[in-house]
């Protein structure tokens, strides 16, 4: 009954933690990938109702994300965003960035509370670790990033190896949607009513 | 695996901190429209016209046509290049060269010309009047000098010196400054390798003579306005032979301020005086 709901988390984060760009077009649109992980939750929230939080901040992720599937001016740096938007776009991607991690939070919580429930100690620890490893890499680039606007060129280089540590903590959370899918996605209602009530 | 509130809402207060901190320093350091530094040039016919501006260290433009409402309103030809960048900005320079004489007539007329204003476009569209300082565009002069020159240096302390040998018996009547920038002291006169001071002009000279000029970009202290701005000036040394024949050396005199030693902020708020 879940593993579809599995799959669309697992399908959503692969969308939203791949950015690829052809000329100006993510051919891997984050708002496909956050309506994806909304439409999973909605259905997981019968399984644990703790999944249910993550609903809304998805699906306002969904909608904030429709700007960035297609870009005029390249990735070409964080001065060029300054410089080009306006300050409320600059307020937005750092509240984007809040509400995306917070989306991972709930979505991992979930798997979490729902293992502890089942008695998976393996997945439950998983959970834990992995999200402790994205909630770290990604607040510290959440924090790095504006720096990026008055340090010198010289320390790009420390921002570009902590992108790829960001980015191989979210390939973590992928793969935790995978074994989620695996240990969770073949709950019946009656496993749930039994574990749940 | 639950959130402490406290210590989210301190994480995101210092979030929101960095974020916009960093953004209001970046917007405080970053130009409305670019800046021009001041030239005090003064050309003899044929040399280039270098004018720099300063920009954002994003921005993609240059200038795309120059006009001086002061010559004629003549389109100029020119070169631009970067000519060197901070954290954030990058300078470029205009380098307006005239292939032949007749391109300087057409802005001058075949009189000297005072250039004070510069009417730039940009590439992206934007249109400015700017000031650029003086400069000074002179007709050349064919006359046979009393000093021959002999040999010339600069150095990198804004510093430097031209030997010349006199030709015939003569006499310097003094060193015209047509500047108002009382930068002063910065050619000292040397005879024989003895320093001039202007108090004893006339000095006569022998035919024969060593006479140096050396200059010395010396200003008041480093937040002496001037030291920000670009200099090409051309000093005349008015002399005279016994016969009465004028004949003037002119000493070149070279500054380029260091770009990382540039006040932004206060050159700014001068072009906002303008």
Known sequence: MYLSAYNK?????????????????????????????????????????????ATIPSAIMGILSFKDAYKIQPASGFQVAVQNQSIPWIIYDGVALIISIYVVFCVVRGIYLTATERGLQE??????????????????????????????????????????????????????????????????????????? | MNFNKKKVATLIVAFVMVWVGNVYLFKYNSLKEPLFIKSYADLQ??????????????????????????ANKEFVQFN????????????????????????????TKGKEVKLTKANVQFGNGKSVVVNIGEVYLSPSVNETPLLQFNSGSQDSNYGGRTTTVAMSNGVIKGIKDRFSLKISDMVKLQLNDKV??????????????????????KFKDENDIRSNYFYQLSR???????????????????????????????????????
């Open chain 1, 9 to 53: 988390l697992f399908w959503g984060f692969i969308l939203v933690v791949f950015n690829i760009n052809l000329g100006p077009i993510d051919i891997l649109p984050n708002f496909i990938g956050y309506f994806l992980i909304c439409s999973g939750v909605c259905t997981l929230a019968s399984q644990n109702k703790a999944f249910n939080k």
């Open chain 2, 196 to 217: 001039v001071t202007p108090s004893e002009f006339p000095v006569k000279f022998k035919i024969g003579d060593t006479i140096t000029f050396q200059y010395d970009f």
């Open chain 2, 80 to 107: 631009e290049y970067e000519w060197g960048r901070t954290r954030y900005y990058k300078m470029k320079e205009i380098n307006i060269h005239f292939d032949n004489v007749e391109d300087v007539k057409r802005l």
């Open chain 2, 45 to 70: 016919s044929g040399m280039p016209i270098r004018l720099h501006y300063l920009q954002n260290i994003n921005d993609e433009y240059g200038a795309v046509i120059i006009t001086f409402p002061e």
């Open chain 2, 236 to 274: 005349l040394i008015e002399c005279e032979d016994l016969n009465g024949r004028q004949a003037n050396e002119i000493v070149d005199l070279h500054y380029d301020p260091n770009i990382h030693e540039i006040d932004v902020k206060r050159l700014e708020k001068e072009e906002g005086n303008r």
């Open chain 1, 123 to 197: 997945l439950r620890e998983r959970a834990k670790v992995r999200w402790r490893a994205y909630f770290i890499t990604s607040s510290v680039m959440g924090f790095a990033t504006p720096f990026l606007l008055n340090i010198s060129s010289e320390w790009y280089i420390l921002y570009f190896i902590w992108i790829f540590i960001t980015f191989v903590a979210g390939f973590f959370i992928i793969g935790l949607m995978r074994i989620a899918r695996n240990e969770l996605g073949n709950d019946t209602v009656d496993n749930v009513d039994n574990h749940t009530f």
